[in-house]
């Protein structure tokens, strides 16, 4: 049983029945409501195969049950509240530092000095040397003129996986029969996990035999989320290796699609653009921002929020009922697959008056008692199993966007028509967004 909601059906069912509207947003609710302490997502079943065969662990993304269970205990002290991603500040800051100056690169190279084509490229770049830097503790030097070979690699294995995901992920499992006859995907699939686990087993490496040499100097051992890992041993080293890469698999595109659809709004909204760009200055004066100050930015919050309303990147999520239930009066056994449209909940009338228009200053609270109902859009997911790199890629985005905005006036060049978006599994723009980044007097 499939519970999708297409935008169209959501148009057709209003005009038939009101009461089946305000539905959709509580069946969606109702779900995630009732799950128990191990939700499942879906069908992991080739990414779990993959790891048996390489005698890997699975990590977050992939692992069920109690295995699951575990390893979330374990990071969700890490990285799950606001404040504890804060202190990574500085070390977003110097990769934001990077994204200024290669911007300035970038436009330089153009006829009018002021184009970067194709931002997503800009950004994937950012978010793959701000995740990493958070979750290495290392730079890997996306954002030099030249890339560093095993960097580029990983780019290459991530980009495979990306173009693999609607064979291997959304159709579940490939069949084993259907192999021999079509041994491309399956091949594919193998290779780019190849690409992605030894990459992370590079860098987890490097950083034990650090602290090992450290320890045995007996010097103090100092570092963020990685050391803390491998100092505590919470997680044997195949399940910080796993988790290293699905964490970093998970938190490259999605916060680089985030980004490019943000300054693309901004560049089409340049009135909305200035107003945030008042209480940026009003706020912060032209000084660098840290995660402390995003609390008294909430226009900047709104933007990111609006965004992922506007253009959830994962525009549905899944989950597999662990109880009967009973939804919107349809009986669903235990163990159902059901399918979540985050976007059709998030560009509804109901939940979001004139949903089409952008508007971030939608989700600034009046009061404390104000509050924009959380499941009409959650691109994060919900409850016990919802994103857990949620408070890292909102740092990267919220750091980046204040500074851009300090520092440019954004503008869609003219290169660029209007941007519709298309989904590859992931809800991305369907042609390069270029952009004009002139300096701000
Ligand atoms: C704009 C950025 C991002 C968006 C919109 C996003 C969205 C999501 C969503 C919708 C889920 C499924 C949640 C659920 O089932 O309830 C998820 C899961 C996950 N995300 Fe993110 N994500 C983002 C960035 C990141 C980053 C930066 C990381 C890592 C640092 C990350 C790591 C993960 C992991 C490991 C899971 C699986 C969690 C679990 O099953 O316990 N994500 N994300």
New binding site residues.
Partial sequence: MHLCLPNTDIRTQRQNNLSQLFWQKDMVAHV?RSEGVT?Q?GNMESWKEYRDMRGRST???SAEGDE?LKM?SVLRQL?MRPRDVTVFSPDVNAVVDDLVERVKTLRSQQDDRQTVLNINDLFFKY?MEG?AT??YETRLGCLENKIPKMSQEYIAALHLMFSSFKTTMYAGAIPKWLRPIIPKPWKEFCSSWDGLFKFSQIHVDKRLSEIKKKMVKGEEIKGGLLTHMLVTREMNLEEIYA?MT???L??VD??S??LSWSTYLLARHPIIQQEIFEEVDRVLGGRVPTGEDVAHLPLIRGLVKET?RLF???PG???VTQDDLIIGGYFIPKGTQLALC?YSTSMDEENFPRPGEFRPDRWIRKDASDRVDNFGS??????I??????R??EL??HLALTQLLQKFHIEVSAQTTDVRAKTHGLLCPGVPINLRFVDRK
Avoid at 378 to 383: E, K, N
Avoid at 385 to 390: D, E, K, L, V
């Fill in positions: 995630l939700p997502r990590g977050l993304i699951w979330r990285v978010a995740v958070i979750l988790n699905e964490m970093l998970a938190g999605t916060t699609f985030t992922l959830p990147v994962l999520n899944g989950r985050h959650i691109p994060f997911g919900y409850g199993r919802s994103c857990i790199g949620r890292i890629a990267e985005m």
